[in-house]
């Protein structure tokens, strides 16, 4: 196990799903490190030294060196420290986690925000590209016991806190999202995922982050009568 003579420092926010799969690369990879919460909105002079670009967390700092943007951060941990790999070894196969890890935050990720912000035709509409683009994130599957074969690897990391806070928008949302008949294996890999004690112990507390969701979204449902 790295021991934290190597200074590392994770700057993130409990609430933060980006903040969260940098910690289970972390753990899956055996790295301790310091873990400091960011107070937000109200961003520390160490984000902002660390972050100017974006102000943004998460942050990793290594040796006084800062990384930003949560799957940038996974794959330079996976480099540094070697043993328990989390991208593939081979070329094609890390190419295409990279491939789908993109196309889950690019897709899927703005889909999911807009079926929980918005309302009416445009949530429904949101909702059922959400449901579409997570069936074709399924066949990344290809009938896999994780998304990284028999071991998590990097593309189970860079997804799987999305059954996590789906299931939380449906419930505080009133939608649709994840349609377990329209994507079974999807929805039972999501479920086995979050199981594992390694995740499981790394969720934020259940019933915080309810309260915390519901009061974005009265937030956000406020904002738009304005």
Not at 166 to 175: C, P, Q, W
Not at 183 to 195: A, D, G, H
Request: with cysteine; net charge neutral; aromatic share 10%.
């Amino acid at each position: 196990m790295a021991g934290n003579g190597d200074g590392v420092t994770l700057l993130g926010y409990w609430a933060s799903p980006y903040a969260l799969r940098v910690i289970w690369a972390l753990k899956l990879k055996e790295v301790h490190y310091e873990y400091r919460e960011e107070h937000l909105p109200d961003k520390s002079p160490m984000l902002l030294q660390y972050n100017p670009v974006h102000k943004k967390i998460p942050v990793l700092v290594h040796k006084g060196k800062p990384l930003a943007e949560s799957l940038v951060i996974i794959e330079y941990i996976d480099e540094v420290w070697k043993h328990n790999p989390l991208l593939p070894q081979d070329p094609y196969h890390r190419a295409k986690a990279r491939f789908w890890a993109k196309f889950a935050d690019e897709k899927c990720v703005p889909a999911m925000f807009r079926a929980f912000s918005k309302v009416g035709e445009e949530q429904v509409q949101a909702a059922k590209e959400l449901r579409e683009n997570l069936k074709t994130l399924e066949s990344a599957l290809e009938g896999k016991q994780y998304f990284g074969g028999e071991t998590i690897g990097f593309l189970d990391i860079a997804v799987g806190w999305i059954g996590c806070w789906a299931r939380m928008n449906e419930e505080v949302a009133g939608v649709n999202m994840i349609d377990a008949e329209m994507i079974p294996l999807l929805s039972v890999w999501f479920q086995k995922f979050l199981e594992l004690p390694i995740i499981k112990e790394c969720l934020p507390p259940q019933d915080k982050l309810l309260a915390h969701t519901k009061e974005f979204h009265k937030m956000l449902m406020m904002a738009a009568l304005t």
